[in-house]
């Protein structure tokens, strides 16, 4: 896959989006009408510095704004509360949120994160190139934890027999020092492979990359969404998987004889429940972790089961085991890449045809989907989750907007882009809230009312709530969004909340005590006497 575009065929086809915009409320606030001043996509007039935090500064920054015809800006956060009007120039001491920036004809956003900030285990990103001094900055501030290296790829580096170019994967590994690499090894074969040659010559690289990298690798994928039409002879599943497994067997063999802490993964397909893997546990041993896609999220939150015809569980541990079993629980799981959509907050229009990277998703409710998705992962023990081109923005109108990125448009590739998404920014805090957390457990009521209990990892409980889409409940306890600020309602909806609890709360009893504070176990139930 290329950096850009890199969903593959098959994949484009398994997200048939059913999603269509929808009117959310924000909180109190109806976010339709969030911005007062007209907006021109192709003007360029409001800046943020300092310019290398590109939109996620932290609390202790001095932020500045600047407009190139000197004209007022106001500054407000996603819920509407105005922060600052007036002049542009030094803002006031801002709090942790995420933040709309608008003047006459233009708008930008920003985020601040906590000062303690650190990224978290889990956290990963696609990996730093080495040659983009904008993306290792950007970089510095999402802190991600692991990265997925594509420089690694058969095809890039043996693009000729015999001759293996090791240049760019060389660059990519030192710009990534310090991180748990994974080298995904190959996504087609080269030009000069065919049947006769391609299990020996791939295991030769495969060796041969495992020893360059002998003391830097975490991980090696064995292929990359490895379709049928990838491989010579694999026409239908029973000859497929044996060939693969074929594959990973020779792989695996060379690299722990190199190095036996590099983890051989797989099958990283495009989404986790797939004929082909169920046929492959029974390879199981050959797996040091399980990875896959999920490029489901445009179409199917992950707290609902999207059905047939292309069947997406929901994301909890009870759900995957019907499918696999314990294998959830047997081996380290890794999402190496993970789509999340919402359309522009800004009111850029996503102009993309391409239906793998368009959901008309709104994006309140892909900000909520991306929290939503990390906490469930998290809670079933997802040791990697690596957002997909989470890091990248699109141009506009030169190339077309895409819901995948993580970063807002620009009027092109010079320009800095518009910010962070919400959905990037709640993402981030959804991770610096679960970094060395530990899942208590989670409880489900009425089907549609969500609860994960968490312990810090300074030993605070604190609960994590939602609804599910098109529900509301109310709720009797104080609660904050991710951005810590106190909600001004006491009604409980799509949006995850935390409810926090002081240290010498016994943690078994958290859940039963939010439990007990939703007026009912059924959603949109008549709010309690007693107020909050």
């Known amino acids: 896959m290329n950096r850009l575009l890199r969903l593959s065929n098959p994949a484009r086809r398994l997200l048939a989006i059913l999603s269509s915009t929808v009117l959310v409320s924000a909180g109190d606030v109806d976010i339709s009408r969030l911005f007062t001043q007209k907006f021109d996509i192709r003007s360029d007039l409001i800046q943020l510095s300092p310019p290398e935090r590109f939109g996620l500064f932290r609390e202790s920054d001095r932020i500045f704004v600047q407009t190139t015809n000197g004209a007022k800006v106001r500054v407000f956060t996603l819920r509407g509360d105005t922060v600052y009007e007036g002049r542009p120039g030094k803002l006031p001491a801002l709090a942790v949120n995420h933040y709309f920036v608008e003047t006459d004809g233009d708008r ?132 497929f998987v044996a060939f693969y497994l074929q594959l990973v067997a020779q792989a695996r063999r060379v690299i722990k004889t190199v190095n036996p802490s590099i983890q051989v993964i797989g099958p990283a397909w495009s989404s986790f429940v797939r004929d082909e893997s169920l046929a492959m546990t029974n390879g199981l041993n050959l797996f040091d972790g399980w990875s896959w896609h999920d490029y ?123 910010g962070p998404h919400p959905k990037t920014s709640a993402f981030l805090m959804t991770c610096h809230w679960l970094n060395g957390a530990q899942l208590i457990g989670h409880r489900v009521l009425g089907d549609s009312v969500f609860l994960y209990g968490w312990k810090s990892a300074d030993g605070r409980s604190f609960v994590i709530a939602w609804c599910t889409e098109g529900h509301t409940t109310p709720l009797a306890m104080k609660f904050t969004d991710f951005f810590g600020r106190e909600m001004k309602t006491n009604v409980l909806g799509e949006e995850p909340v935390m409810i926090r609890f002081e240290k010498q709360q016994d943690p078994g009893k958290v859940l039963d005590l939010v439990a007990a504070a939703t007026a009912s176990k059924r959603p949109d139930a008549d709010p309690p006497a007693a107020g909050r």
């Open 108 to 239: 930008t956003q920003f985020a601040v994160l906590p000062d303690n900030y650190h990224g978290a285990t889990f956290l990963g990103t696609e990996a730093d190139s080495g040659t983009d001094i904008q993306l290792s900055q950007k970089l510095e501030q999402i802190q991600p934890a692991w990265v997925r290296a594509e420089a690694g790829r058969w095809e890039m580096v043996q693009a000729r027999r015999g001759d293996r170019n090791w240049v760019a994967m060389d660059r990519m590994m030192d710009a990534n020092a310090g991180r748990k690499i994974i080298a995904y090894a190959g996504d087609v074969p080269p030009s000069w492979v065919n049947s006769t040659n391609l299990l020996d010559s791939y295991t030769q690289f495969v060796q041969a990359l495992a020893k360059r990298y002998k003391n830097q690798l975490t991980a090696i994928e064995v292929w990359n969404e490895p379709w049928y039409n990838k491989f010579p002879d694999t026409t239908n599943l029973d000859t």
């Open 296 to 418: 489901n999220r445009g179409r199917c939150a992950p707290d609902q089961d999207c059905g047939p015809p292309d069947w997406v569980p929901i994301l909890e541990t009870n759900r995957l085991s019907a499918h696999f079993g314990d294998f959830v629980t047997r081996k380290p799981l890794l999402v190496d890449e993970l789509g999340l959509y919402g359309q522009s907050a800004l009111g850029i229009t996503n102009t993309t045809t391409e239906s793998g990277y368009r959901s008309n998703l709104d994006w309140y409710r892909g900000m909520c989907r991306a929290m939503k998705t990390c906490v469930m992962y998290r809670a079933v023990g997802v040791e990697a989750l690596i957002p997909h081109v989470f890091d990248l923005f699109s141009q506009v109108p030169r190339n077309p907007n895409l819901e995948v990125y993580g970063w807002d448009s620009s009027t092109d590739s010079v320009t800095a882009p518009r």
